[in-house]
C-alpha cells in the first residue's frame, strides 16, 4: 500500500512543479499540497473504504483547480494548463470511476449537486465517452443541461446536451419533460427581451428573434416526438403541467388535451383530470367586492360540476380505479377546512352518498372500506357503520383485514354480537395470517370477559394459530398469567408451554425477568430458565434456533452476554456460584466452537 501511495504522490511532482515555476503557488504551499495529498491517499487505501474520504478527496481537488483559476486570473498567466490542470482533471475522473464503482449512482449525484457549479468538471465528466456509467445516469445530464442555461445562460449548450441524452435513453420520460421545459423557459426569456426593447424603441436588427422559438414551436416538436416514443396518461400530464405553467402556451395545451382524450378516453386518469380541471374554470373574474356567501356559492358550483364529470366517468369507466379517484376527490374535498357549515355538510353528504354507489356497484376497492368506516363513525352514523362492515366481510369474505375491521367496529360501539363475530372469522379464515385477530379477540376478552374465559381462548389460540405466529401467543399467555394470577400462576403457564416449540428467545427472558423480581429468587429456578434458553438458542451446530432457524455465531454470543449480565445482580445471593457455572460453560462452548 505504501508503495501505491509513493506512486501516486510522484506521478503529481510534474505538475507540482509546473506551478511552482509558472510562480502559482510559492514553495511552501507546494509542501502543504503534497501533505494533504498524503493524508488523502492513506485513507482511499485503506481495508475499510469510506464514500466520505473519496468525497473529501474529490472536494480537494476541485477545490485546488478553483485556486489555480483565480491565480490566473490575477497574474494573468494562461498557459501550461495540459501540464496542470488537466492532470488534476483526469485524477478527478480516476476517483470518480473508483468510487462510483463501489458506491454507483448515491456518490455520483450526491457530489454532482456540491460541485456542478464548476463547468470544468460537470463538462468533462459528461463528456466521456468511454465511461458507460456517466451515461446510464440519465439525472446528470439533466443537471448539466440546467447548470448550462441557468448558470452559464447558454440555451445551446443545454440543448446540446439534451439531443445527447437522449441518444443514450430514447425513452425517459424525465429527460422529454426537462428538455420541454428548457425549451419554454427559452421563449420566454426571449419573449421578454424582446418586449424590453420594443419598448425602449430599440432596433432589433442585430438580434435575432426566431418566431418559432419564442412561440414555443421547439417545445411542441419535443412534445409530439416523445408523444410517438412514451406512452401512458402519466407522461402527457406531466407536460401539460408543465406548459400551464407559461401563458402563451394556449395552442401547445389544446393539443395536448385533445391528444389526451383521443388516445386515453377509456383511462381513469384522463377523466380524473378532466373532472379536477373544473375547479380552475369559471371563477370570478368581476372586480367587484365579493361576499363570503357569494364565494362559498361559486365553489359549491365549481365542486357540483367536478362531480357531473364524475358521474359520466363512472358510467362511462365503470371500473374500481374510477370510482377510486372519485372517492380520493370528494375525500379531499371534505377535508379541506371552510368556515361555512352548509358547504361542509354538503361535502360530507356527497362523500357518504359517493362511498354508497361504490358498494351497491360492487366497485368500491377494498382499501377504502376503512376509510368510509371512519367516516361514518366520525358523523355518529353507528347503524350504517355496522351494516357496512357487515357488507365488507361479506364481499371479502377471505380477507383477515376486513373482519378486523369489522370486529374493531363492534367493539368501538360495544355490540353484543363481537363474540358471534369472532367465531364467524375464523369460519372464513384459515390459521396462517389471523394472529391480529386472535391478539385483538384476547384483548377484548381481557377487558369484558372472566379469566377463565381469556385463559381458555389462549390455549385456544395456540392450536389454532400457526407455528410461527403461536410464539407471540405464548408471550403473550405468559404475561397475562403474570399480570392475572401472580408468580404461581404465571410459573404453571411456563411449565405448560416450555416444551411446547416452536419459542422465543423473548419469552425466556420475560420468565427470567419474572423470577429476578421476587423477593426470594430462587435460583434453581433461574438456572433452570437459562438452561431451557441455552438449549434452544446456545448453540452454533446444525440444531435450530429462534423459530426453527439456524442460530448465528453472533445471536448466540450476544445470549451468552445476556445470560452473564443478567444473573450478575442475583450472583451475590448465592456467592457467585451460579454466574460462575454460566461463565464456565459459556467459555467451553466458544473454545470447543
Given at each position: 500500500?505504501?508503495?501505491?501511495?509513493?506512486?501516486?504522490?510522484?506521478?503529481?511532482?510534474?505538475?507540482?512543479?509546473?506551478?511552482?515555476?509558472?510562480?502559482?503557488?510559492?514553495?511552501?504551499?507546494?509542501?502543504?499540497?503534497?501533505?494533504?495529498?498524503?493524508?488523502?491517499?492513506?485513507?482511499?487505501?485503506?481495508?475499510?473504504?469510506?464514500?466520505?474520504?473519496?468525497?473529501?478527496?474529490?472536494?480537494?481537488?476541485?477545490?485546488?483547480?478553483?485556486?489555480?483559476?483565480?491565480?490566473?486570473?490575477?497574474?494573468?498567466?494562461?498557459?501550461?494548463?495540459?501540464?496542470?490542470?488537466?492532470?488534476?482533471?483526469?485524477?478527478?475522473?480516476?476517483?470518480?470511476?473508483?468510487?462510483?464503482?463501489?458506491?454507483?449512482?448515491?456518490?455520483?449525484?450526491?457530489?454532482?449537486?456540491?460541485?456542478?457549479?464548476?463547468?470544468?468538471?460537470?463538462?468533462?465528466?459528461?463528456?466521456?465517452?468511454?465511461?458507460?456509467?456517466?451515461?446510464?445516469?440519465?439525472?446528470?445530464?439533466?443537471?448539466?443541461?440546467?447548470?448550462?442555461?441557468?448558470?452559464?445562460?447558454?440555451?445551446?449548450?443545454?440543448?446540446?446536451?439534451?439531443?445527447?441524452?437522449?441518444?443514450?435513453?430514447?425513452?425517459?420520460?424525465?429527460?422529454?419533460?426537462?428538455?420541454?421545459?428548457?425549451?419554454?423557459?427559452?421563449?420566454?426569456?426571449?419573449?421578454?427581451?424582446?418586449?424590453?426593447?420594443?419598448?425602449?424603441?430599440?432596433?432589433?436588427?442585430?438580434?435575432?428573434?426566431?418566431?418559432?422559438?419564442?412561440?414555443?414551436?421547439?417545445?411542441?416538436?419535443?412534445?409530439?416526438?416523445?408523444?410517438?416514443?412514451?406512452?401512458?396518461?402519466?407522461?402527457?400530464?406531466?407536460?401539460?403541467?408543465?406548459?400551464?405553467?407559461?401563458?402563451?402556451?394556449?395552442?401547445?395545451?389544446?393539443?395536448?388535451?385533445?391528444?389526451?382524450?383521443?388516445?386515453?378516453?377509456?383511462?381513469?386518469?384522463?377523466?380524473?383530470?378532466?373532472?379536477?380541471?373544473?375547479?380552475?374554470?369559471?371563477?370570478?373574474?368581476?372586480?367587484?367586492?365579493?361576499?363570503?356567501?357569494?364565494?362559498?356559492?361559486?365553489?359549491?358550483?365549481?365542486?357540483?360540476?367536478?362531480?357531473?364529470?364524475?358521474?359520466?366517468?363512472?358510467?362511462?369507466?365503470?371500473?374500481?380505479?374510477?370510482?377510486?379517484?372519485?372517492?380520493?376527490?370528494?375525500?379531499?374535498?371534505?377535508?379541506?377546512?371552510?368556515?361555512?357549515?352548509?358547504?361542509?355538510?354538503?361535502?360530507?353528504?356527497?362523500?357518504?352518498?359517493?362511498?354508497?354507489?361504490?358498494?351497491?356497484?360492487?366497485?368500491?376497492?377494498?382499501?377504502?372500506?376503512?376509510?368510509?368506516?371512519?367516516?361514518?363513525?366520525?358523523?355518529?352514523?353507528?347503524?350504517?357503520?355496522?351494516?357496512?362492515?357487515?357488507?365488507?366481510?361479506?364481499?371479502?369474505?377471505?380477507?383477515?383485514?376486513?373482519?378486523?375491521?369489522?370486529?374493531?367496529?363492534?367493539?368501538?360501539?360495544?355490540?353484543?354480537?363481537?363474540?358471534?363475530?369472532?367465531?364467524?372469522?375464523?369460519?372464513?379464515?384459515?390459521?396462517?395470517?389471523?394472529?391480529?385477530?386472535?391478539?385483538?379477540?384476547?384483548?377484548?376478552?381481557?377487558?369484558?370477559?372472566?379469566?377463565?374465559?381469556?385463559?381458555?381462548?389462549?390455549?385456544?389460540?395456540?392450536?389454532?394459530?400457526?407455528?410461527?405466529?403461536?410464539?407471540?401467543?405464548?408471550?403473550?399467555?405468559?404475561?397475562?398469567?403474570?399480570?392475572?394470577?401472580?408468580?404461581?400462576?404465571?410459573?404453571?403457564?411456563?411449565?405448560?408451554?416450555?416444551?411446547?416449540?416452536?419459542?422465543?428467545?423473548?419469552f425466556f427472558r420475560k420468565m427470567i425477568q419474572i423470577e429476578k423480581e421476587q423477593e426470594s429468587c430462587k435460583m434453581l429456578h433461574l438456572r433452570e430458565y437459562y438452561e431451557r434458553a441455552l438449549r434452544e438458542f446456545g448453540s452454533t451446530d446444525s440444531g435450530k434456533g429462534f423459530l426453527g432457524t439456524k442460530s448465528s455465531p453472533r445471536q448466540t454470543r450476544k445470549l451468552w452476554e445476556y445470560s452473564l449480565a443478567s444473573c450478575e445482580d442475583v450472583a451475590g445471593r448465592s456467592g457467585g456460584r451460579l454466574h460462575f457455572q454460566i461463565h464456565f460453560i459459556a467459555?467451553?462452548?466458544?473454545?470447543?466452537?
Amino acid at each position: 500500500m505504501a508503495e501505491r501511495i509513493e506512486q501516486r504522490l510522484e506521478d503529481r511532482i510534474p505538475e507540482l512543479e509546473q506551478l511552482e515555476r509558472v510562480g502559482l503557488f510559492t514553495p511552501k504551499e507546494i509542501r502543504a499540497v503534497l501533505r494533504k495529498a498524503s493524508a488523502l491517499e492513506y485513507k482511499i487505501q485503506r481495508r475499510a473504504l469510506r464514500k466520505e474520504d473519496f468525497v473529501n478527496y474529490i472536494q480537494y481537488e476541485i477545490n485546488l483547480l478553483e485556486l489555480i483559476k483565480k491565480r490566473r486570473a490575477r497574474i494573468g498567466y494562461s498557459f501550461k494548463k495540459e501540464e496542470i490542470e488537466s492532470s488534476i482533471v483526469h485524477r478527478v475522473h480516476s476517483l470518480f470511476k473508483r468510487a462510483t464503482g463501489k458506491w454507483k449512482v448515491s456518490l455520483f449525484l450526491s457530489f454532482i449537486v456540491t460541485v456542478s457549479k464548476w463547468v470544468l468538471v460537470t463538462s468533462h465528466l459528461l463528456c466521456i465517452k468511454t465511461n458507460s456509467f456517466i451515461s446510464s445516469v440519465a439525472a446528470l445530464w439533466i443537471m448539466a443541461a440546467k447548470w448550462e442555461m441557468e448558470t452559464r445562460l447558454s440555451s445551446e449548450s443545454a440543448r446540446h446536451l439534451f439531443l445527447r441524452a437522449l441518444r443514450f435513453h430514447p425513452e425517459c420520460p424525465k429527460l422529454y419533460q426537462e428538455y420541454f421545459r428548457m425549451e419554454l423557459m427559452n421563449a420566454e426569456k426571449q419573449r421578454k427581451e424582446k418586449k424590453e426593447f420594443e419598448q425602449a424603441k430599440m432596433d432589433l436588427g442585430e438580434f435575432n428573434y426566431s418566431e418559432e422559438i419564442l412561440n414555443g414551436e421547439l417545445a411542441r416538436i419535443i412534445y409530439r416526438d416523445a408523444a410517438q416514443k412514451i406512452k401512458g396518461v402519466e407522461f402527457r400530464l406531466a407536460v401539460l403541467s408543465i406548459a400551464k405553467l407559461f401563458d402563451f402556451t394556449q395552442d401547445l395545451q389544446k393539443e395536448i388535451l385533445e391528444s389526451l382524450q383521443t388516445e386515453y378516453a377509456d383511462d381513469p386518469l384522463t377523466w380524473d383530470y378532466m373532472a379536477r380541471r373544473e375547479l380552475d374554470l369559471g371563477s370570478l373574474k368581476s372586480t367587484e367586492p365579493t361576499t363570503k356567501q357569494m364565494k362559498v356559492s361559486e365553489v359549491t358550483q365549481r365542486e357540483e360540476r367536478c362531480c357531473a364529470v364524475f358521474e359520466e366517468a363512472v358510467t362511462a369507466v365503470p371500473t374500481e380505479d374510477m370510482w377510486k379517484c372519485y372517492i380520493t376527490f370528494c375525500l379531499e374535498r371534505c377535508n379541506r377546512k371552510t368556515n361555512s357549515e352548509e358547504l361542509k355538510q354538503k361535502r360530507l353528504e356527497r362523500t357518504l352518498s359517493v362511498f354508497s354507489k361504490a358498494h351497491e356497484s360492487s366497485l368500491l376497492p377494498e382499501s377504502l372500506y376503512k376509510q368510509w368506516l371512519q367516516l361514518l363513525l366520525e358523523s355518529n352514523l353507528s347503524e350504517k357503520a355496522t351494516e357496512v362492515a357487515e357488507a365488507a366481510t361479506k364481499r371479502f369474505s377471505l380477507s383477515a383485514e376486513m373482519w378486523q375491521m369489522r370486529l374493531q367496529v363492534l367493539i368501538q360501539l360495544k355490540n353484543d354480537n363481537v363474540t358471534q363475530c369472532f367465531e364467524e372469522a375464523f369460519k372464513h379464515l384459515k390459521s396462517k395470517g389471523t394472529l391480529p385477530l386472535w391478539a385483538l379477540w384476547v384483548e377484548w376478552s381481557e377487558g369484558t370477559n372472566s379469566k377463565q374465559d381469556t385463559e381458555a381462548l389462549y390455549q385456544r389460540s395456540l392450536h389454532a394459530t400457526a407455528p410461527a405466529e403461536s410464539v407471540t401467543m405464548k408471550e403473550k399467555y405468559l404475561d397475562w398469567a403474570y399480570r392475572n394470577g401472580g408468580y404461581k400462576k404465571v410459573k404453571r403457564v411456563f411449565t405448560s408451554l416450555h416444551e411446547n416449540r416452536p419459542l422465543s428467545l423473548d419469552f425466556f427472558r420475560k420468565m427470567i425477568q419474572i423470577e429476578k423480581e421476587q423477593e426470594s429468587c430462587k435460583m434453581l429456578h433461574l438456572r433452570e430458565y437459562y438452561e431451557r434458553a441455552l438449549r434452544e438458542f446456545g448453540s452454533t451446530d446444525s440444531g435450530k434456533g429462534f423459530l426453527g432457524t439456524k442460530s448465528s455465531p453472533r445471536q448466540t454470543r450476544k445470549l451468552w452476554e445476556y445470560s452473564l449480565a443478567s444473573c450478575e445482580d442475583v450472583a451475590g445471593r448465592s456467592g457467585g456460584r451460579l454466574h460462575f457455572q454460566i461463565h464456565f460453560i459459556a467459555n467451553w462452548t466458544f473454545m470447543k466452537n
